[in-house]
C-alpha cells in the first residue's frame, strides 16, 4: 500500500510538473507552429530534409500562438520546446521578458548563395527583435464572394465600408489589430500617416467612430480557418484573414472568391529559440539550416507566403501539386498596396486598446 | 458468573487477550480508518496538485507585485524618501541608471515593463527601450541623459506608477477587475465609459445563466416526468435519447447547433420553405445571446433531467392516486403532493446546472457571437493571449466568491441537505 501511496504520488506530481508533455529523446527536437497547411509546408521543405541529413528527428508539435506557454514553462524551469514559430511581436515581448535566446544573425545563421551576409540578405526591416529570424512575410487582407453583386467588384478598403453599395455580412476578426488601422483609411487617412493618427486620442475616437457604422453587419470571427468556411456558405460577402487561408480557399478548393489586396496589413512570422533549451547545440544547428535561402524559396512552393530572404525570391517557383506559378499569389508582391504593421505601437497599447475594443462590442 | 472473568477489578471490560476492550476496539477502528485515507490518498493528491494549489497560486498572483521591487532595487530604494510632488532628483535618476543596466544584461526588464504598462500603455517600450539605451551611459550626471532617452520620464505620472508598484502587493489588479484604476494624482476612480466591461460581463454572465437553469427546470421537468412515470422499456429509450447528447463530443454538439442555426443553416431554409421568414430576412439566431442560450442549455439539459427523474423515480404513484381519491383535482395534486417531493430534485439541478454555465467559455466563444459571451471568456483571453494573469486570476477570484457566496444564500434558504443527486 505504502508503495502503491508513493508511486500515486510521485505520479501526480511528475504530471504537474512536466504538464503532460514528454521531454524529446537524444536525437530528437522538438519544434512548435501553427498546424495545418502552414506546418506541412515546414515540414516538407524544412523538416524532411533536416532529418535525411542529420538523422535528427524532428518533433512537430501545433498550437494556437501566444507567449502562455512558452512562459509557463520558463517559470517552471522545465522547457519541452525547443523551437517555436511565433509573430514578430510576441517574439519581442518573449525576447524582452528573457525567454527566448539571443541570435547573433551573421555569425549563427547562413549567408546568402552569393557570400551576403545574413543580416543583409533578410529583407529590410524583418530583423526587429534580437532573438527573432524572420521566415515568412504574410499578410491579414480581405477576400470577396465574387458573385455577391452581380457584375460589380470591389476596389479598395473604402468598399468594404459601403454596405449601401456593396450589402451583405463582413467577418472580421475579434480584435482591434488590423481593423482600426483599416477604419482609418477607409476614413481617408493616408497610408503613411495612419499611425501617427491612431497614437492620438481623437484618431482612436475616430477609428472607433468609423468601425461602428459598420458594426451590426460584422460577424467577428477568432479562429482563422472560420473566415473561408463563412464565405463559403455565403453567411458573410467580405472577410478578413491569413492570405495563405484564402490562397488554399481560392485555388485548391476553387471557391468563388477574389482577393482584395487594397490595404492588406504585412506580418513577419519567424523563429524563435528558447533560452532555456535543453538542446540548444542541436537546435541552434536546425535554427542555421532551416533558415537559410533554399529552405525559406521551397517552403514557397507549399504555402504562399513570402519567404523572408531576398535571395530566396527569385527561387520562388511553381506549387507543389497544383503546378501554378506562385509568384502572383505572394502578398510581397502588392506590397505597396498595404503597410507593415507597426508591432512596437501594438505592443505598447494593446492592453488598452483591447480593453476597449471589448467595452466597444458590449455597448 | 461468566462475567467475572472479563472484567478487570476496576470494572474495566476486557477482551479476550487482556486487553482492554475499548483499546482495541480504538485500534481495530484506527486501522480501519488508515486504510480508508490510504484508499482515498490517490484522489486527495490529485485534487491537491491539479485543484487546489493552482485556485491559491492564481489567488496569489491576483495581489502579487514582486516586478519593480525585485527588478528595480536600487530604484526602489530611492523612491522611499520621494515626496511625489515633482520629478525626483539625480539620486534616483543614477539609481535608475543602475537597475536599467542590470535589467538589459540579465534579460529580465521587460517583465517590470509588462507590469507597468497593464497601469499606463506606453510603459513597457518607455521601460525597454530605455534599458537598451542605458547601456551606453556610463557617467553621470544621469538626470538629463535619461530625460532624453523618452519623454514619458519628464512626465511626473511615470513616477507615481513606479513609486506605487514598488510595493510588493497590489490591488490593481482587482481595480482593473471592478472597471476602476488609479487616477493620475493617484486617486480611484471608475473606468471612463468607453473602458467599462467586467462589471457588464459579470451581471451578463449571472443572469443567462440564470435564464439557462430556469429554460432547463421547464423542459427538464415534463421530460423527467415521463421519463419515471412510462413503463421501462420506452423509459429506456427515452433515457437514451437524453443520454446520447450526454456522451457526444461538447465541440461536436456546438458545431452541429451551428450548421442549424445558422442564417443559411437548417432551420432558416425550413422557416423560409414553410414560408414563416422572408428569404431576405432569415433570423439570426447564432452567433448572438440566442445561440448562446440555446447550445447551452441543449449541453446542460441532461444536468438537470438526471436529479430530476432519480428523484421522481423514488416517488410512489399511490400517492397522486391517494390525493385524487381524497377529493384534489389534479392540479392540486400536482402542485401539493407531487411538486413538493421533486423539490430536492430542482435544487440539485438548479445548482449543478448554473454554476456550471457561470464557468462555461467554450460554448460561447464559438456561438457567442459579441452579445453572448460571458465573464469565462475574458478569464480565458488573459490566460492565453494577453498574458495578464494577475487581472484573470483577479477575475477569477472574484467569480469564484461570487459562486461561493450563491452557494451560502442557497445552503440558507432552501438547504444544501435537501438536495439530491440522486
Redesign the interface.
Given at each position: 500500500?505504502n508503495k502503491l501511496?508513493k508511486n500515486?504520488?510521485l505520479t501526480?506530481?511528475a504530471?504537474?510538473i512536466a504538464g503532460m508533455t514528454t521531454a524529446p529523446q537524444a536525437g530528437e527536437l522538438n519544434v512548435v507552429s501553427w498546424g495545418g497547411a502552414y506546418t506541412t509546408s515546414q515540414i516538407k521543405a524544412y523538416h524532411e530534409p533536416y532529418t535525411k541529413m542529420t538523422g535528427t528527428k524532428i518533433n512537430s508539435i501545433d498550437y494556437s500562438g501566444?507567449?502562455?506557454e512558452m512562459?509557463a514553462q520558463t517559470e517552471s524551469g522545465n522547457v519541452t520546446w525547443d523551437v517555436v514559430d511565433v509573430v514578430i511581436a510576441d517574439a519581442i515581448?518573449g525576447?524582452?521578458?528573457?525567454m527566448f535566446r539571443?541570435i547573433n544573425v551573421d555569425m549563427e545563421l547562413a549567408k546568402a548563395p552569393d557570400g551576403t551576409a545574413a543580416s543583409k540578405d533578410f529583407l529590410d526591416g524583418t530583423l526587429k527583435s534580437e532573438c527573432f529570424v524572420p521566415l515568412i512575410i504574410y499578410s491579414t487582407v480581405f477576400a470577396y464572394r465574387d458573385d455577391a453583386w452581380g457584375g460589380k467588384k470591389p476596389t479598395s478598403i473604402r468598399d468594404v465600408f459601403d454596405t449601401k453599395n456593396f450589402p451583405g455580412k463582413r467577418t472580421l476578426q475579434?480584435s482591434p489589430v488590423n481593423n482600426l488601422e483599416w477604419a482609418l483609411l477607409a476614413d481617408g487617412v493616408p497610408l503613411a500617416k495612419i499611425y501617427d493618427v491612431l497614437d492620438t486620442d481623437e484618431g482612436k475616437d475616430r477609428a472607433?467612430a468609423k468601425l461602428a457604422t459598420i458594426k451590426k453587419d460584422v460577424?467577428?470571427w477568432?479562429v482563422g480557418a472560420v473566415p473561408p468556411q463563412l464565405l463559403a456558405?455565403?453567411?458573410a460577402v467580405f472577410g478578413t484573414g491569413y492570405n495563405g487561408r484564402w490562397f488554399s480557399a481560392i485555388a485548391e478548393e476553387k471557391q468563388p472568391f477574389a482577393m482584395l489586396w487594397d490595404g492588406q496589413v504585412l506580418d513577419i512570422d519567424g523563429y524563435v529559440v528558447s533560452?532555456k533549451s535543453k538542446k540548444l547545440d542541436e537546435a541552434m544547428k536546425y535554427l542555421k539550416f532551416s533558415t537559410d535561402t533554399q529552405r525559406l524559396a521551397d517552403q514557397a512552393k507549399y504555402i504562399s507566403y513570402g519567404p523572408a530572404r531576398k535571395s530566396s525570391g527569385p527561387m520562388v517557383s511553381k506549387h507543389a501539386v497544383l503546378g501554378i506559378d506562385m509568384g502572383p499569389h505572394m502578398p510581397t508582391k502588392y506590397a505597396d498596396q498595404g503597410f507593415l504593421t507597426n508591432f512596437?505601437w501594438w505592443?505598447?497599447?494593446?492592453?488598452?486598446m483591447?480593453?476597449?475594443f471589448?467595452?466597444?462590442?458590449?455597448? | 458468573m461468566g462475567m467475572a472473568a472479563d472484567t478487570a477489578d476496576n470494572g474495566v471490560v476486557l477482551a479476550a487477550d487482556g486487553r482492554p476492550l475499548k483499546d482495541s476496539l480504538n485500534r481495530a477502528l484506527r486501522k480501519n480508518r488508515m486504510r480508508a485515507v490510504m484508499l482515498v490518498a490517490p484522489l486527495l493528491l490529485f485534487v491537491l496538485f491539479s485543484f487546489l494549489i493552482p485556485i491559491f497560486n492564481m489567488t496569489l498572483r491576483s495581489v502579487d507585485n514582486w516586478h519593480v521591487g525585485t527588478l528595480m532595487p536600487a530604484t526602489t530604494a530611492a523612491l522611499a524618501t520621494w515626496d511625489g510632488k515633482d520629478i525626483p532628483e539625480e539620486s534616483v535618476f543614477a539609481a535608475l541608471v543602475v537597475d536599467l543596466q542590470a535589467g538589459a544584461k540579465s534579460r529580465q526588464i521587460g517583465k517590470v515593463g509588462t507590469r507597468l504598462n497593464y497601469e499606463k500603455s506606453g510603459m513597457r517600450s518607455m521601460i525597454t527601450s530605455s534599458a537598451r539605451k542605458s547601456k551606453k551611459l556610463t557617467s553621470g550626471p544621469y538626470k538629463a541623459k535619461v530625460l532624453k532617452m523618452h519623454k514619458k520620464w519628464k512626465d511626473l505620472e511615470t513616477w507615481t506608477v513606479i513609486k506605487r508598484n514598488t510595493a510588493p502587493y497590489t490591488v490593481g489588479y482587482y481595480l482593473n477587475a471592478l472597471d476602476m484604476k488609479y487616477d493620475k494624482t493617484g486617486e480611484i476612480v471608475m473606468q471612463p465609459e468607453n473602458r467599462r466591461i467586467y462589471g457588464k460581463l459579470f451581471w451578463r454572465t449571472f443572469a443567462i445563466s440564470l435564464a439557462i437553469t430556469m429554460i432547463c427546470v421547464v423542459l427538464a421537468y415534463p421530460i423527467s416526468f415521463l421519463l419515471a412515470t412510462l413503463p421501462l422499456r420506452y423509459s429506456n429509450l427515452l433515457m437514451i435519447f437524453v443520454l446520447l447528447p450526454f456522451w457526444t463530443s461538447l465541440l461536436v454538439r456546438t458545431t452541429a447547433w451551428i450548421a442549424m442555426l445558422q442564417s443559411q443553416g437548417v432551420l432558416n431554409d425550413l422557416f423560409v420553405f414553410f414560408g414563416f421568414v422572408d428569404d431576405q430576412n432569415r433570423l439570426q439566431l447564432i452567433h448572438n445571446l440566442t445561440g448562446t442560450i440555446i447550445a447551452m442549455t441543449h449541453i446542460l439539459l441532461p444536468f438537470m433531467v438526471l436529479p430530476l427523474y432519480s428523484v421522481m423515480k423514488t416517488i410512489p404513484p399511490t400517492y397522486m392516486r391517494a390525493a385524487l381519491s381524497l377529493g384534489a383535482n389534479p392540479f392540486v395534486a400536482f402542485v401539493r403532493v407531487y411538486m413538493p417531493q421533486t423539490l430536492s430534485g430542482i435544487g440539485a439541478g438548479s445548482v449543478l446546472v448554473f454554476i456550471l454555465s457561470i464557468g462555461y467559455y467554450i460554448t460561447p466563444a464559438l456561438v457567442g457571437g459579441t452579445d453572448g459571451t460571458l465573464i469565462s471568456n475574458q478569464i480565458a483571453y488573459h490566460m492565453q493571449s494577453s498574458l495578464n494573469w494577475g487581472l484573470a486570476g483577479a477575475l477569477g477570484a472574484l467569480l469564484l466568491a461570487s459562486v461561493l457566496a450563491l452557494y451560502f444564500l442557497y445552503n440558507k434558504i432552501v438547504g444544501i441537505d435537501n438536495m439530491k443527486l440522486g
Open positions: 500500500m501511496l500515486s504520488a501526480v506530481a504530471l504537474a501566444g507567449l502562455a512562459r515581448v525576447c524582452d521578458e528573457g539571443p475579434k472607433f460577424i467577428w477568432t456558405d455565403g453567411e533560452a512596437k505592443a505598447d497599447n494593446s492592453d488598452e483591447k480593453e476597449r471589448a467595452a466597444w462590442l458590449l455597448q | -
